[in-house]
């Protein structure tokens, strides 16, 4: 008894430890809201040597033509209809391989989790062509689009192994009450996916919310740009506004943690169930 809670012990030191490393950026970025630039370059200090809001004030307006709430409004704009329409493709794409039975089934699904090792780099080259030959440049459509054909295979392959652990009874039994394929998909297999939808809808909101590479090629007119492209803007060749960042950046943060608060049950149950089977 007495060495299970030495090991315990020792389990919550080392957790605690872990936690605290990893949540020191956030920690530190929090802080240096409250600091000038020559307070954060010149001391080694965690604390500020004084609390002014002004760094906040700086943070919203940005750099920019437009203030911080519309990048937060373009932001919202780009990751709401993305995310939706990823989970919707996605899980469609999903009960195909997983529920249907069709020559080169396997095959397609290999060629589809093989395209996981492409780098960003390599796939930003041919979509930019594309939609610059399309006219969809300098709008969300860029972001739209894959979005709605299930352009993202680590979601199909989460899904795939979920509903591999369903029993196929529920679709003989949709069948018999006369329901088609899209209709016990929707009915009754896409109710059951909730928990790998919390995990689908955590990882692209927070992938589309941070994403940096893809918006600064693809979207150019700053009326459109997200937040990312506004937190860069505090930074040029010959000046870095850092605590202005800072402030932009720990603003920027606040609505994923939200969303993950109220998700984070069925995030850690759609990983745990979607492992591989």
Do not use: H
Not at 9 to 29: A, D, E, K, Q, S
Not at 112 to 130: D, E, H, Q, S, V
Not at 243 to 252: E, I, P, S, V
Request: net charge positive.
């Amino acid at each position: 008894m007495k060495e299970k809670k030495i090991k315990n012990g020792i389990t919550y030191v080392i957790l605690g430890i872990v936690g605290v490393v990893m949540l020191f950026p956030v920690i530190w970025m929090f802080f240096a809201c409250f600091k000038t630039n020559n307070e954060i370059f010149g001391s080694l200090s965690l604390l500020p040597q004084g609390w002014s809001p002004e760094a906040f004030i700086k943070g919203w307006k940005t750099t920019g033509t437009y203030t911080y709430a519309q990048y937060f409004i373009n932001t919202f704009a780009l990751v709401v209809p993305t995310t939706l329409l990823t989970l919707v493709s996605c899980s469609i794409v999903a009960y195909g391989f997983a529920r249907f039975d069709f020559p080169g089934n396997q095959f397609l699904f290999m060629v589809l989790i093989a395209t996981l090792m492409l780098p960003n780099a390599i796939i930003i080259i041919p979509r930019y062509a594309l939609f610059n030959k399309l006219g969809w440049l300098d709008s969300y459509m860029t972001f739209y689009a894959p979005a709605a054909v299930g352009c993202y295979p680590f979601f199909v392959f989460m899904m795939v192994q979920f509903l591999r652990g369903l029993p196929r009874d529920l679709d003989e039994s949709a069948c018999i009450d006369g329901c088609g394929p899209f209709q016990t998909f929707f009915r009754i297999i896409m109710p059951q996916l909730k928990p790998v939808t919390a995990s689908v809808v955590i990882i692209t909101g927070v992938n589309c919310w941070n994403n940096y590479q893809f918006a600064l090629y693809l979207l150019q007119s700053p009326k459109i740009k997200t937040i990312t492209l506004a937190i860069a803007g505090f930074f040029s060749a010959d000046s870095a506004n850092v605590n202005g960042a800072a402030a932009a950046a720990f603003l920027g943060i606040l609505p994923v943690i939200v969303v993950f608060l109220f998700l984070q049950k069925y995030f850690i149950q759609g990983m745990v169930d979607s492992a591989i089977k």
